[in-house]
């Protein structure tokens, strides 16, 4: 299985991505910078987290409008798996690819911690080896996390099985307690949560297991 | 004439007209008085520092770096430094302390290792009372983490105090540490021929004459002389850096921080005994107007001077192009060892570069300070109850839990961090297999009343953090901050910390591998206390992760607990009494109680071990009941000490740790103690909700629920208000 992580100017968790889907789960990875085309085999494709732009005008804002984005939203049609973390998912929501909006953390800082999540939707590439009401312990990192739609969106979500995550607890003031959110098809995901930063038991706390389930669903897409 | 005031005393002008024979011109004399700055060329301190050794086993040095290097085993090596933004912060704390990461994160890039972790050390006045301070601290943090996140470097530990001497002021304190391969090192060296490079931020006038601000005492707000930071220019530098590296590119390096081209020409002109024609046309300036001396002065950030070859220019232009930072070629290497700076043909200074960056040092008297003999002398009464005491303490701004600052600083990105911050130390995976080990203190108060012991026990305290994970420490870095050294009783207590800390380093035998001297700390209301920082690095073959303590775990605690309440929280924040006795160091039983933890934990003996230090055995036994939130039932007549009730709940004596013990390890961990003849007590058991400390016959009864809702809450409450 072929993945491509995208890397944009200013962003800082490629290199974690990159460790965990080659070195933890063995899988072919290639980096993608903004301004190319994305090869045509790629069997998925990560946004990584970081502050694309110095996250300048709005987290996401100027990524979204970088060359390789118009790529991203061709395979998105193509049905490959898309995931976005952190930023990765700040960028998939301004370029119109996820509903919603993600706005400054109610604590009006950045907030770095571990929470616990709550799977909503196990029908997507990086959820289908959960059970629904599965909890995962999981990290978070952003100032601008907080999950904003208006109410009629979040209605059509639900009814579009759209919300892939909750947070088990109130963290940051999010809609829903919503941690992360799929488009229709289910095969782009966004999550604000890091799980390149809980799956190896030497950096979880809470042992590891759960959290990787993320990355053995897009193991067993290929399969 | 717009540009800063010069700062070259009028002695030091002859001295300079002597050295090269003639009447130094106007850019000459610009560029002499930013270099010899009390900041950038330690004048005062430079002689005295040799105290402190610097060599051993695992040292690299290699000429030109900024920052210290250490080998960490198969190949990899671990880079380190200490930088202080504390003048910037004291006037716009968020900007000051945002550009005092970016500083010394370019040290480290400088040798050629990416920064994998930052640790900052916080000092302002008194929050709970001063709306300031707490504007100043809560500026920094914000500064801090702004920066930091947005790299990508975690910012792994540190330290916050308050104490009114930090009034209208502020320290900001960042350390940081790279890791590498050891071929990967930059190894400095240039020829004649080879081009200077001036890579990333445009030059403007923003920190004109910062390094002359930073010399001089806190007077007036010099806002322009504060930099501007901004995080995502310095990443795209970082990434630059390191491919240009990765390609060879890179024959010399050096980052522009306090003194800008001033300083980073005439230095690594000096240290690579080569010379430097450069024209200040081609600089990328932010404005058109700039005159030659704002221009060789300003210290604007993100800026990299790189020497590179002939053949290599147009790949290094092809990665900033890639990363779109700005890139121009600005001069070119000499072989006459001169600095000559022109504009187009017109040259403006012909000067000896190891004239300019060599100011002639200074041996300023020194003298004890009268303020020693006329110390508070008051001794607080002995009370029955202490429960009202450790209640206080625990939500001090002091000891308060630290969570409020470590959350808002993304200490997991990258992925090395497996003991995350709260705890003594923080731990980073290597890449080899290996662990490392960070810490950071300091302890002014302590300081204040006995400088040389003061400067001793933070460093022993800052090993001890080290010894509580599992590592040994490995080297040290200092960051020496105080007042005028123009005033003989502040350069006594600069001298005397010297000598505590170089007495302690030789007897442990850590090098020191690098550091820092930040002098004319001081407001119109007079000089900081004393605050010498130390950050040690430590290595582990083996990962020790502390266990949650449970139901029935046994407290050992370890070393001799003494009447010495001098600068304790006790004395400082309950009575407020400034004086008594410091804590003092004896070396070898540090050594001894070191090794025998060391070894505990080598031995898998313990669940946990946690360091005692400020608040003392009461705080720290609360500590460790707060974060497994479980209670106690602890009597300290049996531990190690001779003192009256209130020092043995409260007093700061150093080289004590405290064991959380299965008991079914609990024989085995006495008898090694009893080998190696180390005090030790049995202090008792960790069970049920509430925390109850006995001593000579009075009682400390607290629900852990309760104290640790007071400790966590703390120090957010009183930011916000």
Same mark, same amino acid.
């Given at each position: 299985?072929?993945?491509?992580?995208?890397?944009?100017?200013?962003?800082?968790?490629?290199?974690?991505?990159?460790?965990?889907?080659?070195? +933890?789960?063995?899988?072919?990875?290639?980096?993608?910078?903004?301004?190319?085309?994305?090869?045509?085999?790629?069997?998925?494709?990560?946004?990584?987290?970081?502050?694309?732009?110095?996250?300048?005008?709005?987290?996401?804002?100027?990524?979204?409008?970088?060359?390789?984005?118009?790529?991203?939203?061709?395979?998105?049609?193509?049905?490959?798996?898309?995931?976005?973390?952190?930023?990765?998912?700040?960028?998939?929501?301004?370029?119109?690819?996820?509903?919603?909006?993600?706005?400054?953390?109610?604590?009006?800082?950045?907030?770095?911690?571990?929470?616990?999540?709550?799977?909503?939707?196990?029908?997507?590439?990086?959820?289908?080896?959960?059970?629904?009401?599965?909890?995962?312990?999981?990290?978070?990192?952003?100032?601008?996390?907080?999950?904003?739609?208006?109410?009629?969106?979040?209605?059509?979500?639900?009814?579009?099985?759209?919300? +892939?995550?909750?947070?088990?607890?109130?963290?940051?003031?999010?809609?829903?307690?919503?941690?992360?959110?799929?488009?229709?098809?289910?095969?782009?995901?966004?999550?604000?949560?890091?799980?390149?930063?809980?799956?190896?038991?030497?950096?979880?706390?809470?042992?590891?297991?759960?959290?990787?389930?993320?990355?053995?669903?897009?193991?067993?897409?290929?399969? | 004439?717009? #540009?800063?005031?010069?700062?070259?005393?009028?002695?030091?002008?002859?001295?300079?007209?002597?050295?090269?024979?003639?009447?130094?011109?106007?850019?000459?004399?610009?560029?002499?008085?930013?270099?010899?700055?009390?900041?950038?060329?330690?004048?005062?301190?430079?002689?005295?520092?040799?105290?402190?050794?610097?060599? $051993?086993?695992?040292?690299?040095?290699?000429?030109?770096?900024?920052?210290?290097?250490?080998?960490?085993?198969? &190949?990899?090596?671990?880079?380190?430094?200490?930088?202080?933004?504390?003048?910037?912060?004291?006037?716009?704390?968020?900007?000051?302390?945002? *550009?005092?990461?970016?500083?010394?994160?370019?040290?480290?890039?400088?040798?050629?290792?990416?920064?994998?972790?930052?640790?900052?050390?916080?000092?302002?006045?008194?929050?709970?009372?001063?709306?300031?301070?707490?504007?100043?601290?809560?500026?920094?943090?914000?500064?801090?983490?702004?920066?930091?996140? #947005?790299?990508?470097?975690? *910012?792994?530990?540190?330290?916050?105090?308050?104490?009114?001497?930090?009034?209208?002021?502020?320290?900001?304190?960042?350390?940081?540490?790279?890791?590498?391969?050891?071929?990967?090192?930059?190894?400095?060296?240039?020829?004649?021929?080879?081009?200077?490079?001036?890579?990333?931020?445009?030059?403007?006038?923003? $920190?004109?004459?910062?390094?002359?601000?930073?010399?001089?005492?806190?007077?007036?707000?010099?806002?322009?002389?504060?930099?501007?930071?901004?995080?995502?220019?310095?990443?795209?530098?970082?990434?630059?850096?390191?491919?240009?590296?990765?390609?060879?590119?890179?024959?010399?390096?050096?980052?522009?921080?306090?003194?800008?081209?001033?300083?980073?020409?005439?230095? *690594?002109?000096?240290?690579?005994?080569?010379?430097?024609?450069?024209?200040?046309?081609?600089?990328?300036?932010?404005?058109?107007?700039? /005159?030659?001396?704002?221009?060789?002065?300003?210290?604007?950030?993100?800026?990299?001077?790189?020497?590179?070859?002939?053949?290599?220019?147009?790949?290094?232009?092809?990665?900033?192009?890639?990363?779109?930072?700005?890139?121009?070629?600005?001069?070119?290497?000499?072989?006459?060892?001169?600095?000559?700076?022109?504009?187009?043909?017109?040259?403006?200074?012909?000067?000896?570069?190891?004239?300019?960056?060599?100011?002639?040092?200074?041996?300023?008297?020194?003298?004890?300070?009268?303020?020693?003999?006329?110390?508070?002398?008051?001794?607080?009464?002995?009370?029955?109850?202490?429960?009202?005491?450790?209640?206080?303490?625990?939500?001090?701004?002091?000891?308060?839990?630290?969570?409020?600052?470590? /959350?808002?600083?993304?200490?997991?990105?990258?992925?090395?961090?497996?003991?995350?911050?709260?705890?003594?130390?923080?731990?980073?995976?290597?890449?080899? &297999?290996?662990?490392?080990?960070?810490?950071?203190?300091?302890?002014?108060?302590?300081?204040?009343?006995?400088?040389?012991?003061?400067?001793?026990?933070?460093?022993?305290?800052?090993?001890?953090?080290?010894? #509580?994970?599992?590592?040994?420490?490995?080297?040290?870095?200092?960051?020496?901050?105080?007042?005028?050294?123009?005033?003989?009783?502040?350069?006594?207590?600069?001298?005397?910390?010297?000598?505590?800390?170089?007495?302690?380093?030789?007897?442990?035998?850590?090098?020191?591998?690098? $550091?820092?001297?930040?002098?004319?700390?001081?407001?119109?209301?007079?000089?900081?206390?004393?605050?010498?920082?130390?950050?040690?690095?430590?290595?582990?073959?083996?990962?020790?992760?502390?266990?949650?303590?449970?139901?029935?775990?046994?407290?050992?605690?370890?070393?001799?607990?003494?009447?010495?309440? &001098?600068?304790?929280?006790?004395?400082?924040?309950?009575?407020?009494?400034?004086?008594?006795?410091?804590?003092?160091?004896?070396?070898? *039983?540090?050594?001894?109680?070191? /090794?025998?933890?060391?070894?505990?934990?080598?031995?898998?003996?313990?669940?946990?071990?946690?360091?005692?230090?400020?608040?003392?055995?009461?705080?720290?036994?609360?500590?460790? #009941?707060?974060?497994?939130?479980?209670?106690?039932?602890?009597?300290?007549?049996?531990?190690?000490?001779?003192?009256?009730?209130?020092?043995?709940?409260?007093?700061?004596?150093?080289?004590?740790?405290?064991?959380?013990?299965?008991?079914?390890?609990?024989?085995?961990?006495?008898?090694?103690?009893?080998?190696?003849?180390?005090?030790? $007590?049995?202090?008792?058991?960790?069970?049920?909700?509430?925390?109850?400390?006995?001593?000579?016959?009075?009682?400390?009864?607290?629900?852990?629920?309760?104290?640790?809702?007071?400790?966590?809450?703390?120090?957010?409450?009183?930011?916000?208000?």
């Amino acid at each position: 299985m072929r993945v491509g992580i995208v890397v944009f100017p200013g962003s800082n968790c490629d290199r974690d991505m990159y460790h965990v889907l080659a070195d +933890v789960f063995g899988l072919e990875v290639t980096y993608c910078w903004h301004e190319h085309n994305l090869p045509d085999d790629l069997d998925g494709i990560v946004l990584p987290g970081g502050f694309s732009y110095g996250d300048r005008l709005r987290a996401g804002a100027i990524a979204a409008r970088s060359p390789v984005i118009a790529d991203v939203k061709k395979m998105a049609q193509r049905s490959v798996p898309i995931l976005g973390v952190c930023n990765g998912f700040q960028i998939l929501v301004e370029a119109g690819l996820l509903p919603g909006a993600l706005l400054k953390n109610d604590s009006l800082s950045f907030m770095c911690g571990w929470t616990e999540l709550i799977v909503n939707s196990s029908r997507t590439p990086f959820t289908s080896k959960f059970s629904k009401g599965q909890r995962v312990p999981i990290p978070v990192a952003n100032s601008e996390g907080r999950y904003y739609a208006d109410a009629d969106t979040l209605k059509e979500m639900e009814r579009n099985d759209q919300i +892939v995550f909750r947070y088990g607890d109130h963290v940051n003031g999010s809609s829903d307690k919503i941690a992360g959110v799929c488009n229709v098809e289910g095969n782009v995901v966004g999550m604000m949560p890091h799980p390149e930063r809980a799956a190896e038991p030497e950096i979880n706390p809470a042992g590891t297991g759960t959290t990787s389930l993320i990355f053995e669903s897009l193991c067993g897409v290929a399969s | 004439m717009r #540009c800063c005031k010069l700062s070259l005393e009028p002695g030091e002008l002859e001295n300079l007209k002597s050295r090269i024979g003639r009447m130094p011109t106007r850019t000459e004399m610009h560029i002499v008085a930013a270099e010899w700055s009390e900041h950038c060329s330690y004048k005062s301190s430079k002689m005295h520092l040799k105290k402190l050794p610097m060599k $051993g086993p695992l040292v690299i040095s290699e000429k030109g770096y900024d920052s210290g290097v250490l080998d960490a085993g198969n &190949g990899y090596v671990i880079t380190a430094h200490i930088e202080s933004h504390n003048h910037p912060s004291a006037v716009e704390p968020y900007g000051g302390a945002a *550009t005092g990461v970016g500083g010394v994160i370019r040290d480290i890039l400088s040798a050629g290792t990416r920064p994998i972790a930052i640790l900052d050390g916080l000092r302002f006045g008194d929050i709970s009372t001063d709306m300031h301070s707490r504007w100043l601290f809560k500026s920094a943090v914000s500064g801090i983490a702004d920066y930091g996140n #947005c790299l990508g470097i975690p *910012t792994v530990g540190g330290e916050v105090e308050f104490d009114e001497c930090y009034q209208n002021y502020a320290l900001v304190d960042v350390a940081a540490v790279g890791f590498g391969k050891r071929a990967d090192l930059v190894r400095n060296h240039a020829q004649k021929g080879d081009l200077v490079v001036l890579l990333g931020g445009m030059t403007g006038r923003d $920190g004109i004459g910062g390094s002359q601000f930073a010399s001089d005492s806190l007077e007036s707000e010099n806002r322009s002389a504060v930099q501007i930071p901004d995080p995502f220019i310095e990443k795209l530098i970082i990434e630059a850096v390191i491919e240009a590296r990765r390609q060879n590119l890179i024959h010399a390096m050096k980052d522009l921080g306090g003194g800008g081209l001033s300083c980073a020409i005439s230095e *690594t002109a000096d240290a690579l005994e080569i010379g430097m024609d450069v024209d200040v046309k081609m600089v990328h300036t932010r404005e058109q107007d700039m /005159n030659p001396e704002e221009i060789m002065t300003s210290e604007s950030q993100e800026r990299m001077l790189i020497i590179t070859g002939q053949p290599e220019l147009e790949l290094l232009q092809n990665i900033c192009k890639k990363f779109r930072i700005s890139c121009s070629v600005i001069g070119h290497v000499t072989a006459d060892r001169q600095m000559r700076i022109r504009r187009g043909q017109e040259i403006l200074a012909d000067i000896p570069a190891g004239v300019v960056a060599n100011a002639s040092l200074l041996d300023l008297p020194s003298k004890r300070p009268q303020y020693l003999d006329e110390m508070d002398k008051r001794v607080p009464e002995q009370i029955n109850n202490y429960t009202e005491i450790l209640e206080r303490l625990l939500t001090s701004p002091n000891i308060a839990s630290r969570a409020w600052v470590y /959350n808002q600083y993304d200490h997991e990105v990258g992925i090395r961090t497996v003991v995350r911050p709260g705890l003594d130390a923080s731990v980073l995976r290597l890449d080899n &297999g290996r662990y490392l080990a960070l810490t950071i203190d300091a302890n002014p108060k302590h300081c204040h009343v006995n400088p040389r012991q003061g400067a001793a026990g933070c460093f022993e305290e800052a090993c001890r953090n080290i010894v #509580c994970v599992g590592a040994r420490p490995a080297g040290m870095l200092d960051h020496l901050q105080f007042g005028s050294p123009e005033n003989p009783e502040i350069f006594w207590t600069f001298l005397e910390s010297l000598e505590g800390l170089a007495e302690y380093a030789k007897i442990l035998e850590i090098p020191c591998i690098g $550091g820092k001297v930040s002098l004319y700390n001081e407001t119109p209301a007079g000089p900081i206390k004393p605050t010498p920082m130390i950050a040690i690095l430590g290595l582990a073959d083996k990962l020790f992760v502390a266990q949650k303590t449970s139901e029935g775990d046994s407290l050992i605690v370890l070393g001799d607990t003494k009447n010495e309440m &001098g600068g304790s929280e006790y004395y400082e924040y309950i009575h407020k009494i400034t004086g008594g006795t410091c804590p003092a160091v004896d070396s070898a *039983t540090s050594k001894k109680n070191m /090794n025998a933890v060391l070894d505990i934990i080598d031995g898998g003996l313990v669940k946990s071990v946690h360091d005692c230090s400020k608040g003392g055995l009461a705080v720290a036994i609360s500590e460790l #009941c707060m974060t497994s939130g479980i209670g106690c039932s602890t009597n300290l007549d049996d531990t190690p000490g001779d003192a009256p009730l209130d020092a043995m709940l409260f007093s700061e004596s150093h080289s004590r740790y405290l064991l959380v013990v299965e008991p079914k390890n609990k024989d085995a961990i006495i008898s090694l103690l009893k080998e190696r003849r180390v005090f030790f $007590g049995d202090a008792g058991r960790f069970g049920g909700k509430k925390m109850r400390i006995e001593c000579k016959g009075s009682m400390i009864d607290l629900s852990v629920d309760k104290a640790q809702k007071g400790w966590s809450s703390s120090l957010g409450r009183l930011v916000h208000g």
